[in-house]
């Protein structure tokens, strides 16, 4: 397909509203990143100050307990959630180092798909992979967006079915010494 | 419409659900044809040539049952179809659907829809080694060595998978084009080295 995100939204959405359609393999939220302890103090805060950090994230439902952090929350929310339950005496690390903080928190959601794709992916790209649970394989400059679907044509629970692969090729755009781009080799990013 | 086509697949796919048959529109139903009678007659199913509607199919079995020793002496899996098309008429000129049994009619689409083309299709077969083979006998098929090869993990199953295809890959410099192009076929092939698979 040409967007796998958006090609897998309109699928999510319209099953939401029609009640039919196909469903997707689920993928823990761990394969795109959770937040944890450590990357909370690599912005330069105390572990007593991470933990309170996490704390407050765990009681007011910014992450689950295995970190994964509310998609749906704007880091406005983030910063008035963390800014009213985190205790007083790590409040002022909080404040003075709170844009580091946010940006963690937030990137948490996708930094394993970062430290793959870096910038080359927007974050608003980043965030419907997440939401769709839309898998990235990478090989060497192409990626493949794929997703499988659940089990179709199945008549029994637990028995063997078909079922489809969507995927989208983002082919390396590399181009020749003048500078012209080079055609698009099929099959590029590989089959998963 | 054969309902025996139908008995059958169920009857060797234990009642399940599924696809029966992977077709290609191809310009030289005849030499696939030779090379099937050749080298593997007894995969062949039937040939026909529609000489009204223009058109030739010849339908294979995929792929041999367990056991015999050699290509000629198993017998086919009647299981997968595998239907190779040629028609003389362009396809903006057809008036009829080159699949069987099926009427052409305008394809529309609501104005949300997102077109999606087919890539490549995946086999999990008893004998990956057995099908290559049969694949490049007849068609000329071989590993694209460069794409995933080997033993991969998939979830809780362990597969081994070899991606087989034609030696024509086009470069296209559009990428519609490239995501509607089907003139490079894909076949990633797998068996199953655990219990899940």
């Given at each position: 397909v040409e967007n796998l995100v958006d090609f897998v939204q309109r699928g999510n959405d319209y099953r939401e509203i029609a009640g039919e359609g196909f469903t997707f393999l689920n993928i823990p939220r761990s394969y795109y990143g959770v937040l944890s302890e450590k990357d909370l103090m690599?912005?330069?805060?105390?572990m007593e100050c991470a933990d309170s950090i996490m704390l407050a994230c765990f009681e007011n439902g910014?992450?689950?307990?295995?970190?994964?952090?509310?998609?749906?929350?704007?880091p406005e929310d983030i910063a008035t959630i963390l800014e009213a339950s985190i205790p007083a005496d790590h409040l002022g690390a909080f404040q003075a180092n709170q844009g580091g903080i946010l940006d963690t928190v937030l990137k948490s959601r996708y930094k394993n798909l970062h430290s793959l794709l870096k910038e080359h992916v927007s974050v608003q790209t980043y965030m419907g992979i997440v939401k769709n649970q839309i898998l990235v394989d990478v090989q060497g400059e192409d990626l493949l967006y794929q997703i499988f679907t659940s089990n179709?044509?199945?008549?029994?629970?637990g028995e063997e079915a078909p079922f489809f692969e969507f995927i989208q090729r983002v082919c390396s755009e590399c181009s020749d010494e003048n500078g012209c781009p080079l055609k698009v080799r099929p099959g590029c990013g590989g089959f998963g | 419409l054969n309902p025996g086509n139908i008995r059958r697949f169920l009857q060797v796919h234990s009642n399940r659900q599924g696809f029966s048959v992977l077709g290609f529109a191809t310009n030289s139903v005849d030499v696939i044809y030779q090379k099937y009678k050749q080298l593997?007659?007894?995969?062949?199913?039937d040939f026909s040539d529609h000489q009204n509607k223009m058109n030739k199919v010849l339908e294979v079995y995929a792929y041999y049952a367990e056991g015999g020793n050699d290509g000629h002496e198993k017998e086919a899996d009647t299981g997968t179809i595998l239907r190779f098309i040629e028609c003389q008429e362009p396809e903006s000129a057809?008036?009829?659907?080159?699949?069987?049994?099926l009427t052409k009619i305008d394809a529309t689409f609501d104005g949300t829809s997102q077109p999606a083309y087919c890539d490549h299709w995946v086999s999990n077969v008893i004998s990956r080694t057995g099908f290559l083979s049969t694949l490049e006998d007849t068609l000329g098929f071989t590993p694209k060595v460069d794409f995933n090869a080997g033993v991969v993990a998939a979830g809780e199953a362990q597969i081994e998978s070899t991606v087989t295809g034609n030696d024509t890959a086009p470069t296209l410099a559009d990428k519609t084009d490239v995501l509607r192009d089907q003139s490079q076929v894909y076949l990633p092939i797998n068996n199953a080295l655990s219990d899940v698979g």
């Open positions: 690599e912005t330069g805060i105390s910014v992450a689950a307990l295995d970190g994964a952090v509310d998609l749906s929350l704007s179709i044509l199945q008549r029994n629970v | 593997h007659p007894k995969l062949i199913h057809r008036s009829f659907c080159l699949l069987p049994g």
